[in-house]
Each structure stands twice: as structure tokens, then as C-alpha cells.
């Protein structure tokens, strides 16, 4: 690249070899996606053209023949304003080819996240109305087309010369006036608030009226839109809608009161709604309304009975739907609001989610989270067996947080095996520093979220967040949350140079033909001194992105370069002839 210069994440030989990409493999079948970059720069920008301009000029494979970049969304958090942009050749989109910058609030940059591929294939303009896309596949960039199924997943099969190369979906899947009602709802499941376990009486019985589990509904004040003397579940940003079959009538209530039994279909509505809208006021009260979205369909009987629920992204406007078989998950809080949170994702992220091994697994992680952090507020009972009412019976076993699963030799490539990963250490800084901040923390990374992200690029990601929102506060509750799962290092005192920083050009700096520079790994400021070899300091610094190292300025000698980062210290030694 010209002006961006590489701080993290990716062991590239060149600084600037941003050729040499990187490719890893997809989950959805044979097709590949490039490794994210990450870059910094000095610059900053007054307006999004600024932005798009810059990297049409600046951006060397932008730059080159064929290549188009689109902003398709730019949104605003706490901590900055954050910019999406697509990327085509000759006319195609890149499959998962993304850019995202994100800048402080005052539009300096803070970095930029890049996986665009240099493709030296010249593809012809696309003529047709047909729908092709670039993929790489068994290591050959191609055009693609992608053939929708028509299914309950909204599923698109991957054509390459003919042959299926793989599947993706546009679901993310669990496997006007307003005025205070009441209402009579789970908190968050039935088990939850008995303290029971699934067993009789405490099973679904098919939705009869069970005494016992009728017996858990509590009463909560909720919000509903009233008009011409009618109250209906609905607002200004959540209605329900049919999705898919069963085809039920809209919820609605003559007085200010919604209580169903568990045999009425209007109770999963009401519960639905409830917990909903419930997150949603919490999102907005910790200062993240940027990350609800404007418009959501809700469907608490869909998937024609089966046992399926989902976040629906390929539709506009967005949906949720919850499906009837087994347990009704709309019944269970912990379903809903783990739906509801991959539209947080969405809605922040910028359509940022890609069904790769690491995305996957954070995708239904962060949504876990949020779930668990949602169900804890109310009780502790139980809450590391998650969905315990729809997921602890005969019908879906649910899913845990808690394993100390270690990264990268316990990832297994499925996302419900790989999501505690994660959750867990999530849920540890949880314990550490509160339901506030650490919701707040996480619904900020999601902003900073982008396709192809690693579990520690993310987890690295929370690091830069807790130092804009909290100055750095729980910087030692993060690392020690995430090295117990090998994501993150400990705090300690003192570890190898390599472990934390990125050294270029030593050989050119020791025979005077090259500056040298010092970079840390994880793109963050970093303190420094350079000692001669009697113990003289000859430069210092507290607060750099880089240290450069001049070769024409120092004499020949021995050097002792001290850097410190996050409590650690590291130590160099350089030689110059």
C-alpha cells in the first residue's frame, strides 16, 4: 500500500506485501476468502466522499484496472463512525471481499480492516441479469453464480463451470404512540424462575395448561400501541408479521392487560414482544440506539412447526422467526433475546457476518452473551446450561458456557461446538466488571466487527474499545479472561520480543543500509528506550505507534531497545557495524 502502514494481526515478511494475501477456508463448501488486514494512517476525512475518494486513490489494488469499491453503509458509536464499503472487478462483486474504516468522532482514523485479493484474472462485463460473483475456489478465482433454493433457510446454492461448490444462507439460526400495559410473561423461562430442572410437570405437554408452569408467568409493564380503543403488540420500530406458516391473527387486547395462558397462541406473541422490546430499552439506556434496528418483523409461529428459529438478514425489513416445534422457543427469553442480538450484530456490523470458522463461532458467541448477560439480571439459576426450557429436553440439548476450551486446537469448524470459546471468556469479564460495561463493551466491538475477523483479532478489538469507552480500565480483566483460553497473553511482567512486537530491517540497520522500525502486533501505542551498551539513553518515548530507528544516527555499537505495552516489557538488541 502507499500511505497505510500495517500494525497487527497478520505475520507478513514485507510491510507492504499486501499481495501475498492470505486465503482460508469457508465453511460453506470449497470456497476461499481472503485473511483480513489490518492498517493505520495519519489522515482524516471531513465527509464520506473524502473517505471513498482516498481509497481509489491511495489504495494500490483499488487503483488498479477494473476494480470498484462502494460505500454501502456508514454508521455512528460511541467511540467513532465506522464506514462499509463493497468491492467488484469488472463488474462482479468479490465474494466476502470487504472494507471497513473506522474513524474517532472527530473523523481521524483510528485503522482500517482490508481483505480485498489482488485477482490478475480479467473477467468480461457482466451483460446478463444473472447474479455472478467472484469466488476463489480450489485456488482459482471464478465467477459464480448463485442459485437461490427457494427453501425454509432462504439458502443459495455456489455454482462454479456447473458444480455446486457450496451452500450459504441468509439466516442467522439458533441450530407511532406507545402506552404501558401489563403483562404476563416468563422471566426468562419457566425453569428459571421455579428453579427446576426439565422434568415433569415442568415439560412443554404440548402447550396445555400445565398448572405448575401457568403458575411461572410474572407480571411486567410493557409498552403497546393504542389506537381506536385497542391495544396492540406492536412500536415504532417491532411489529409481527407472517413469515411463514402457521398463519396466526395479530395479538391484541380490548384493556390495558395481555394475559394468556400457555394453550393460547397470543402468550409466545406477548412473551416475544416482551423480552424484545425489554433488550431493546436496555441497548438504548446504555447509549447503543445506533445498533437497534429501524424496522423488525416478528413471527413467534413460524417454520410451519418445526423446531427452527432464526435472525433473517437477506430480507428487508429484517426478521425474527421462532418456530413451534418441541418447546415453543418464543416461550423461552433466552431464544428471544439471542435471536434479537444477531440483529444488534447486523444492524452495527454493517452486514458484516461471513460463515467462516472464527466469524461463526463469534457470531453465535456474542449472541450467547447477550443472552446469558440478559437471563443473569434476573437470576443466576442456572444460567451457564443455556436455553434450559426449549434447549434441556428431548428436543434440542441446548448449549453450555463455561468449558476452557483452548484456541486454536480446540476450534472445530462447527459453530455450535465452537461458539463457547468465546461466550466463555465473555461471560468472565461479565463476572468481573458488571452487566453494564461489559454489555457496553461488547455491543461497541460489534460496530468493529467485519467478515473475515479471528477470535483474536476481535478479542484484540476489545481491548482498543475499553481503552476509548473506559481509558483502559478493564484492559487486565480482558487479557486475563481471554489467556486462559490461549486468545490473549496474561498480564506478566516480562515476555519475549516476538510474543508482543514486529521488528523490520535489523540486517539493513547493522550494515547502515536501512532503517530500522518497531511495531506491536496489536496496532496499540506502545512506550520505549534505546540504551547504548554502558547504559546511556539515547531516545525515548512513551506513546508511539512506531519506533523508527534511523541507521545514519547511531554509531557503531551494540543497542538495548526497552518497550513497554499494557504492563509488559519486552527488550531488542540491535548491532550496528
Not at 486446537?409 to 468472565?428: K, V
Request: glycine share 6%.
Amino acid at each position: 500500500m502507499k500511505n497505510w502502514l500495517l500494525v497487527s494481526f497478520l505475520c507478513i515478511v514485507s510491510q507492504f506485501a499486501v499481495a501475498q494475501i492470505a486465503i482460508v477456508q469457508d465453511q460453506s463448501g470449497d470456497i476461499q476468502i481472503p485473511a483480513v488486514n489490518i492498517y493505520t494512517t495519519d489522515k482524516s476525512f471531513a465527509t464520506e466522499e473524502d473517505v471513498t475518494k482516498f481509497l481509489e486513490q491511495e489504495h494500490d489494488i483499488l487503483s488498479l484496472p477494473g476494480y470498484v469499491t462502494t460505500l454501502i453503509r456508514s454508521t455512528k458509536s460511541l467511540t467513532g463512525k465506522h464506514f462499509t464499503y463493497s468491492v467488484k472487478k469488472n463488474g462482479y462483486p468479490i465474494h466476502n471481499a470487504q472494507i471497513r474504516i473506522h474513524t474517532d468522532l472527530v473523523e481521524n482514523v483510528l485503522f482500517m480492516q482490508d481483505n480485498v485479493p489482488f485477482i490478475d484474472i480479467i473477467f468480461p462485463e457482466n451483460q446478463n441479469k444473472t447474479k455472478k460473483v467472484i469466488v476463489l475456489s480450489n485456488g482459482i478465482w471464478a465467477l459464480a453464480d448463485f442459485e437461490k433454493l427457494h427453501d425454509a433457510f432462504d439458502s443459495e446454492r455456489i455454482i462454479v463451470d456447473g458444480e455446486v461448490q457450496g451452500l450459504i444462507t441468509q439466516k442467522l439460526f439458533y441450530t407511532v404512540p406507545d402506552t404501558q400495559v401489563k403483562a404476563q410473561v416468563f422471566l426468562v423461562n419457566p425453569l428459571n424462575t421455579a428453579e427446576k430442572s426439565y422434568g415433569s410437570p415442568y415439560i412443554d405437554s404440548s402447550d396445555l395448561d400445565v398448572p405448575q408452569l401457568n403458575a411461572e408467568r410474572k407480571w411486567v409493564d410493557m409498552t403497546a400501541e393504542h389506537e381506536n380503543d385497542t391495544f396492540w403488540l406492536k412500536s415504532d420500530r417491532y411489529y409481527f408479521g407472517n413469515v411463514s406458516n402457521p398463519i396466526t391473527p395479530q395479538t391484541f387486547s380490548l384493556t390495558d392487560t395481555f394475559s394468556f395462558k400457555r394453550s393460547q397462541y397470543q402468550f409466545e406473541d406477548v412473551n416475544a414482544f416482551y423480552h424484545i422490546t425489554n433488550m431493546s430499552n436496555h441497548v438504548e439506556q446504555l447509549g447503543f440506539s445506533n445498533a437497534l434496528p429501524d424496522t423488525l418483523v416478528i413471527d413467534a409461529h413460524g417454520y410451519n412447526g418445526s423446531d427452527f428459529s432464526s435472525f433473517n438478514y437477506g430480507v428487508s425489513p429484517v426478521e425474527l422467526e421462532f418456530g413451534e416445534g418441541g418447546v415453543d422457543d418464543a416461550e423461552d427469553g433466552e431464544i428471544v433475546v439471542h435471536e434479537f442480538s444477531h440483529a444488534l450484530a447486523f444492524v452495527a456490523g454493517g452486514d458484516s457476518y461471513a460463515n467462516t470458522r472464527d466469524r461463526s463461532a463469534m457470531e453465535e458467541g456474542n449472541a450467547d452473551y447477550f443472552s446469558a448477560s440478559y437471563s443473569k439480571s434476573y437470576t443466576d439459576f442456572a444460567w451457564k446450561k443455556m436455553f434450559n426450557w426449549d434447549g434441556h429436553n428431548p428436543f434440542f440439548e441446548g448449549v453450555t458456557i463455561g468449558a476452557k476450551l483452548q484456541y486454536p486446537q480446540d476450534m472445530t469448524g462447527n459453530s455450535n461446538a465452537d461458539r463457547e470459546i468465546w461466550s466463555t471468556p465473555l461471560m468472565c469479564i461479565y463476572d468481573k466488571i458488571g452487566r453494564a460495561s461489559c454489555d457496553s463493551l461488547v455491543l461497541e466491538h460489534l460496530f468493529y466487527q467485519y467478515k473475515t475477523a479471528t477470535i483474536p483479532d476481535m478479542a484484540n478489538i476489545l481491548l482498543t474499545v475499553d481503552s476509548l469507552l473506559f481509558n483502559k480500565r478493564y484492559h487486565q480483566d480482558i487479557r486475563s479472561c481471554f489467556s486462559v483460553h490461549n486468545i490473549l497473553l496474561s498480564e506478566g511482567k516480562k515476555l519475549e520480543f516476538n510474543q508482543l512486537f514486529n521488528a523490520y530491517n535489523t540486517d539493513g540497520f547493522s550494515t547502515g543500509m536501512e532503517d530500522a522500525s518497531i511495531l506491536s502486533k496489536s496496532g496499540q501505542r506502545f512506550g520505549y528506550t534505546i540504551s547504548n551498551d554502558i547504559g546511556q539513553v539515547i531516545s525515548q518515548e512513551s506513546n508511539v505507534l512506531q519506533l523508527n530507528v534511523p541507521t545514519q544516527e547511531f554509531k557503531s555499537g551494540i543497542y538495548f531497545v526497552e518497550l513497554k505495552l499494557d504492563g509488559f516489557t519486552s527488550f531488542l538488541k540491535i548491532i550496528k557495524y
